[in-house]
């Protein structure tokens, strides 16, 4: 059994005296991601520098059968950075490198603290950037959206993490040091990469990440559409996909959201009767882009839009997309304690889905912000309850599972870009077969067998659904023998009465 002194020692030879955090009043501070529902405390927060510290830590921590977790800026909306076995935190901040950009070749390779906007401000006055932008860009790190796969705003027409990223050098649980995928080409054999984006750091640790880079398109013209209905809003969202033109982003508001964002700094002036409003965004060359705008525009005014125009100027355009990105955090406004849901839904099935969300919160009582990127049908219900009444926090917990039931009964799924965690860790039965969710954990021992690396995150464990088949098998069973004992004794045994 080793000691904490002993840990922390270890761990201090390896990152250095600073870069090791083991008092109890520090580790508060690591006590939850942005999923602040659970908390527990880490057993200690180690720093590295580099790939080979990083190594060094896990191999430690392997051939002392500690448990560990990695972690990047905490701004994670599932829990997965939870320290819920007293793991050892290892943060990657530290690691916040640009190590090289290949503008001719569009690669740029980067360490996993790197946050996300620094990276395209670091490349954007060569006329460049990165293509991902999470809400939460300029905080969280390419680290972590590597481990959540997250999408964001532009994801409609330029993808999510795992279509920027395309290869990786990775620290497996027992601190051996890999290389997976291909800066230049398709990777040859298995894809790994694609496994270990979206993995949620149950399989490793990403150290080094080369990340693909865009020209910045040479025009982008917005529109901010105002409905009365949410109806409205979401044919306008069809309708627009449908005719062909594929917008760089389509997000979408409805009225509780509007009203949360119009009490913060970023003060649009919503219209308090609409039900929904629409950011939409055409990016490219400058001849087709004007054209595509003016289209969107009689899409919009076909669908009976109550107001639309398009942004006369950079700090307008600043404004709506503050207003939009914001919307998270100005629930705050309007509400004490709030969740930050994410499903998936196909776009066709909108407003059915919407309605019944509105359901669920009349049900529940409690109001249900909804903030989303409508485009590709990533909704992201923030359901807002009060942590001081007794009972809510749970209830609203609920709520969350019964908006993700609805998304995957509509053929969608859990999340799209905020992870699984432990927040939605139940719900993967809901979406999953029992021999699915066997599959997934067979890869995850294939990493790590010693389920030391981020355990209990992501994929739940079988004994809930396979024990127990297995225990209701050998019930039926010995039902079915003992009937049959009985039918026979009872034909067989003497009579008690000669």
Request: hydrophobic share 40%; charged share 20%.
């Amino acid at each position: 059994m080793t000691s904490p002194v002993e840990l922390v020692r270890a761990m201090k030879e390896i990152v250095g005296e600073q870069h090791v955090i083991h008092e109890q009043n520090k580790l508060h501070v690591f006590s939850c991601d942005g999923y602040v529902a659970r908390q527990a405390l880490p057993r200690a927060v180690v720093s590295p520098a580099n790939t080979e510290e990083v190594a060094a830590v896990v191999k430690w921590l392997h051939e002392h059968q500690i448990p560990f977790l990695p972690r990047g800026a905490g701004t994670g909306l599932s829990g997965g950075a939870i320290a819920l076995n007293n793991e050892v935190v290892i943060s990657l901040a530290r690691m916040n490198q640009l190590l090289s950009v290949d503008f001719e070749n569009l690669r740029a390779v980067v360490q996993p603290g790197l946050v996300n906007l620094t990276l395209t401000k670091q490349i954007t006055g060569d006329g460049y950037y990165y293509a991902p932008d999470p809400s939460s860009q300029s905080v969280c790190t390419i680290g972590g959206n590597l481990a959540e796969n997250a999408g964001g705003s532009h994801c409609l027409k330029y993808g999510v993490t795992t279509n920027h990223i395309v290869a990786a050098k990775f620290v497996l649980p027992d601190g051996e040091v890999i290389d997976v995928g291909q800066p230049y080409g398709d990777a040859v054999g298995y894809d790994i990469l694609g496994l270990v984006v979206g993995s949620e750091g149950t399989l490793g640790i990403a150290t080094e990440i080369t990340v693909k880079i865009l020209k910045k398109p040479q025009a982008v013209q917005t529109a901010l559409a105002m409905f009365d209905r949410v109806e409205d809003a979401s044919n306008t969202v069809s309708a627009i996909i449908g005719t062909g033109i594929i917008p760089a982003a389509i997000e979408m508001m409805d009225q509780l959201a509007m009203q949360a964002v119009d009490k913060s700094n970023f003060h649009v002036g919503y219209p308090p009767d609409i039900e929904a409003v629409l950011l939409i965004e055409v990016d490219g060359l400058a001849a087709g882009v004007e054209e595509d705008a003016e289209r969107v525009v009689e899409i919009c005014r076909q669908n009976h839009v109550r107001t639309v125009k398009i942004a006369e100027s950079t700090d307008e355009r600043a404004l709506w997309w503050s207003s939009r990105k914001m919307a998270f955090g100005a629930t705050g406004r309007i509400s004490p304690d709030y969740i930050v849901q994410d499903g998936v839904i196909p776009r066709s099935r909108l407003t059915e889905v919407l309605q019944r969300i509105t359901e669920i919160s009349r049900e529940s009582g409690l109001r249900i912000a909804n903030v989303f990127h409508a485009g590709d049908g990533n909704l992201h219900p923030l359901i807002c309850y009060d942590s001081r009444v007794p009972g809510e926090t749970e209830k609203a917990i609920r709520v969350g599972s019964e908006v993700l039931h609805v998304c995957v009964d509509v053929g969608g799924t859990i999340t799209g870009e905020h992870g699984v965690g432990i927040e939605k860790i139940e719900d993967m039965r809901y979406q999953f077969r029992d021999e699915e969710i066997e599959a997934q954990i067979a890869i995850r021992r294939a990493f790590n067998p010693n389920d030391l690396c981020n355990a209990g995150k992501l994929i739940p464990e079988p004994a809930r659904c396979v024990e127990v088949k297995q225990a209701r098998r050998i019930i039926e069973q010995n039902v079915e023998v003992f009937s049959g004992f009985q039918e026979q004794t009872a034909v067989t045994a003497p009579d008690s009465t000669s």
